[in-house]
């Protein structure tokens, strides 16, 4: 398994979104990873803030959700 950020719950969270059909780009700070076709959210390489992975998670939920409205 690809070591993405320095926080283990970030790269869980990637690597399952990786099993679901997202598309990850890694950068020099940030990766991104794309639902093909409905948008992006950007996953920090070294995350600071405590609150970085439940924000990560609410982002990738709003896209989800819009894939949900894209699809009905």
Excluded: F
Aim: glycine residues 6%; positive net charge.
């Amino acid at each position: 398994m690809k070591r993405i950020s320095s926080n283990k719950d970030v790269n869980k969270l990637v690597h399952r979104l990786r099993r679901e059909g997202w598309v990850y780009q890694s950068g020099k700070k940030h990766g991104k990873a794309e639902l093909p076709g409905i948008g992006k959210v950007i996953i920090p390489k070294s995350p600071s803030d405590r609150k970085a992975l439940l924000n990560l998670a609410r982002d990738i939920r709003h896209l989800e959700q819009q894939r949900c409205w894209t699809n009905a």
